[in-house]
T-cell receptor, first 111, second 117 residues
């Protein structure tokens, strides 16, 4: 059974204080690993897809990396508007695009 | 691009009644649409997967007679919660997988908050 574990569960940073979120996974035949951002009361917003170990993707202050066992979402010099829950999900090959989600990391960035 | 809408955004209904939620992909065609349920401070739990023109595939533990899914076209899927009860109160979110080569990401709608009284 595919499993995704995210840590920490919650993270509080001061503006400008860089950090990383972790996503550990076990999946039979990884097709893709996905990062989403979810604001309270809203649907998840797509951030990145990573397909193979060693791959990196960047978007503004966010950078996602992937190894064979885990993915990191690095947040550089965060701002209060980066506060949200960040969700990691995996998709196994041959499963009709089904995603398995982790429980997320709630990030709060304060002034 | 890749915008998904849901209607309504919130609904309150009485116990025993049925509620229909619509999910539309606005600027792309969706091979597959998905329905999720999310409880407060918990992650998304997949309820069912639907492909246009075929029956939905339900996850283990999800009652297919209670949660009726119709994927009428490549841009529209509906979820009907039949004979709703207070325990069905939750945040329902749909997602869509674009019909195009490559790329396996899903794009999510804004969600529908259902409250059953």
């Amino acid at each position: 059974e595919d499993q995704v574990t995210q840590s920490p569960e919650a993270l509080r940073l001061q503006e400008g204080e860089s950090s990383s979120l972790n996503c550990s996974y076990t999946v039979s035949g990884l097709r893709g690993l996905f990062w989403y951002r979810q604001d309270p009361g809203k649907g998840p917003e797509f951030l990145f897809t990573l397909y193979s170990a060693g791959e990196e993707k960047e978007k503004e202050r966010l950078k996602a990396t992937l190894t064979k066992k885990e993915s990191f979402l690095h947040i550089t010099a965060p701002k209060p508007e980066d506060s949200a829950t960040y969700l990691c999900a995996v998709q196994a090959g041959g499963t009709a695009s089904k995603l398995t989600f982790g429980t997320g990391t709630r990030l709060q960035v304060t002034l | 691009g890749a915008v998904v809408s849901q209607h309504p955004s919130w609904v309150i209904c009485k116990s025993g009644t049925s509620v229909k939620i619509e999910c539309r992909s606005l600027d792309f065609q969706a091979t597959t649409m998905f329905w999720y349920r999310q409880f407060p401070k918990q992650s998304l739990m997949l309820m069912a997967t639907s492909n246009e023109g075929s029956k939905a595939t339900y996850e283990q533990g999800v009652e297919k007679d209670k949660f009726l899914i119709n994927h009428a076209s490549l841009t529209l899927s509906t979820l009907t919660v039949t004979s709703a009860h207070p325990e069905d109160s939750s945040f329902y979110i749909c997602s869509a997988h674009p019909k195009r080569p490559g790329g396996y990401e899903q794009y999510f709608g804004p969600g529908t908050r259902l409250t059953v009284t």
